[in-house]
């Protein structure tokens, strides 16, 4: 996995990928492969790096060592690279210019936990820890790279250690760097908004630097931190691609800068707008973690390796292979006007529906009943709960289901017990009128007080032990960002020292109850990222239900997360959000392969549907495990189709799910062509019998249902292999493929 030379080049990979890099004569990490893996990974060229470019600088004087156009692992500003650094830290004397030269390094088995972050789990890998000095300030930065044997992912982090007598100021420090060798490149990144997440976007990368960020306290729905670079031209199955994502949950930064020489620096860590870290001497600061994944052959391999990844390395192993309950959810039911009875009474419809859980959402904690009041008094609501949520957690498992209840842990509405005794705990600017975000304020986890009450509150709770489940919510980002707990020196760290809060927090709350199931929400997909699946195994992607909104904040968000992590459940028609009608079938196909499933519907919407909600309900359960390890393709996204395909992790079947949006007349007969399927595999197509070879569906194509009005002037009627949509317009179809060979 990890291999250095006499001459010091370093070679980290296995048989998907190499990453190969040296120590340069000036004592620089100099980069010198990124891509596929390679034989002779020692013989890589290192050629044409020190040619007199025009308007050179000259390094410390060495001739032609222009680090603008040499290609570096952690580059500095100001020593000749014009480029927008990997770290740029304020010295005592407040110069900006370090220099940074490689001291030494070791390679240690498996892989070190960071401090206070989320991280990748080890096992069967090799960590590669260089250390580089800057002799002025005598200041340590550690580069720490992680390969696995079986996982075509490569992890970065940077611990900075003050070594020397004065403190100085982390003005910004990204987790890794890679510069690519010039090419034509495109990018992909996941943009949105609240109930339009993860919009997969394309753009032409043009000389200058293309960025996104987040400086919104959350990793936020407006751009995802996943950022892929492609080989121009770039598809589902050819192309090479470059993807990162960073595993933090508040303000992220990537870039990818194209030089005048055409050369790609990717930088991904933490946003360096609004940033600062004060270092005293015997100080350390620890990046979040950077995970990089090459494909050589598109991005439906890109999203395979993150995919695997990101099930066995970054969420919970507990909850793995461990079925997700089918639930009711409360919130569109009934909103805030929830009540013992109403939980009861839905509890009811569960039994009926054969469901396995009730989530009690928003409303049930003293005085809500609206998001103007009480969040932060996690006590329940005595007027609507009189026998207290205990007491109504064990009437609801007594009729044999399990039992979920809605936080918002990390907020303070100006109207509740909490702010009237701790104002001061909420972010804000001392003297400056706060701006609010669904009439609420953001607590200040960067205090340690603050986060035992938030651990404190939940605990009470859970340690009565009848709580299967949280939906941990969170529903404003962050403004007026600053800490009355932090001296004025250190109040661009509240941001960052926030997210420590956090996650601390997750970490006590998950170690003292293994067994809740966290559901992570964020109004949706405002922080749906790996620092938080980190802790829990599922996100709550979107408030949007809608199937045909749903379809593309799957599709975008499959670039980069297993299905595994995702809920997904039938909400109402016309739907809340876009006013959409749609038929119970579409809603529930479209969330099929998210495993954790549900039904958030009014007593009566549920009886009006019953029937149809019954058979997907029972479908889900019969099915709870299927959707958990397989492999999801996307086979075909546009304005009005869907075709998904999955395998389960037996390889025994096929779904290939179909969404057609629009109806019209006299349309093609499409085909759907499958992929990457076991040679020599025969299936049995359950809708109609017929027998498909493996190749067949790949290379021929598996036959769709027709969209028609009239299928009554079917000329193979009798033999029953012509399929056809439900009429109308957002019409589903699920095939399911065994095999019989
Ligand atoms: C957010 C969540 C919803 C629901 C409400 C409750 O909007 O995304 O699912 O829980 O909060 O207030």
Redo the contacts with the bound molecule.
Sequence with gaps: MISVSENNIFVLGNSGFSYIFRISPEGLLEHLHYGGSLKSPFNVPIHHRRTPRGAVSHYKGLENVNLNAMPQEYPVFGTSDYRFPAIHMIQASGNTISDFVYVGHEIVKDKPRLAGLPSARGGDSQTLILSLVDSLSNVEVKLYYTVWEDYGVIARSVVVTNNGQAAVNLNHIYSSAIDLPFADYESLHLSGTWAREMNACRHNLAPGRFTIDSARGTSSAAHHPFLAVLEQGAGETHGRVFASTLMYSGNFSMSAETSEFGDVRLLTGLNPFNFNWKLEPGERFTTPEALHVYSGSGLSEMSRLWHDFIRDKVSPPKFKNRARPTYI?S?EAS??DIDEDKVLALSDKAVQLGVDMVVV???WFKGRRN?KTSLGDWTEDEGRFPSGMDALAKAVKAKGLKFGL?F?PEMVSPDSDLYRVHPDWAIHVLGRRTSLGRNQLTLDLSRPEVCDYIYDSLDTLLSDGNIDYV?W?M?RNMTDVGSAALSPDRQRETAHRYMLGLYGILDRLTAAYPDVQFEN????GNRADLGMLFYMPQS?TS?MCDPVGRLSIINGLSYLYPLDTTASYIGPSPNHQNGRMSSIKTRYLAGIFCPAKGISLSNSDIDADFEALKTHMDYAKETQLEFLGGRFTRIAHTQNKTIWQYETSDKQTIYVAYFNILSAPNLPFERAYLRALPQGAVYICQDTDAAYSSDVLMHSGLPLPYITTDPAHDGDQGQGQNLYMDEGDFSAHLFTLKRSS
């Design positions: 959810n919130w909103y805030f959402d928003d409303g998001d809605w918002e939906k919510d529903n929400c964020a109004s949706g709550w408030d």
